[in-house]
């Protein structure tokens, strides 16, 4: 049987190496970093443009402690975003990033032009297609609108991938 200086190394650097593995900071910052990349997230899929986006999505828990804090004043932790396409367009509802959820199928909004070929293409008006209604979670986190036409993409095991496309109403 090892000790502490046998085969298996020394005492210390077993448990620094353990140390190493557990948060020792507050849960209250750790839910403020958790919850902030995914706003940041959500604002990047609703077409929002971020100051240093990049930058945030790569800052680690350590580093958001260090320029935070480990119990963050809310005021600090705000965030300034505008829409690229509508800048006076307002964020209304933003919880979690339901898109990155392992039952969740894959969701492209269509751009116009994709629409109107997709319609073209088998011949049917938006409001033939199967429906997903404005409220869905879905729509409110991309900020979907009346109109938009999404591909729902379906990945499974026995029925293998399935492709649909849905009309926000």
Known sequence: MANDTGVFGSGGGRAACIASMVDTGSVESHRYYMARRTLIEMLHDRGYLVDNMEAELCRSLADFRAAYGDKP???????????????????????????KHFLAPRHEIL??????????????????????????????????????????????GVTGTIVTYRCVV
């Open 73 to 99: 004043e809310p005021e600090s932790l705000r965030l300034i975003a505008c829409r690229a396409t509508d800048p006076s367009r307002k964020i209304t509802e933003l919880l979690i990033n339901i898109t």
């Open 111 to 156: 751009s116009p032009e994709e629409k109107d070929k997709l319609l073209n293409k088998h011949s049917v008006e938006g409001k033939q297609l199967p429906k997903m209604l404005e409220n869905d979670a879905i729509a409110r986190y991309y900020g979907l609108e009346k109109g938009h036409v999404v591909k729902v993409t379906y990945s499974g």
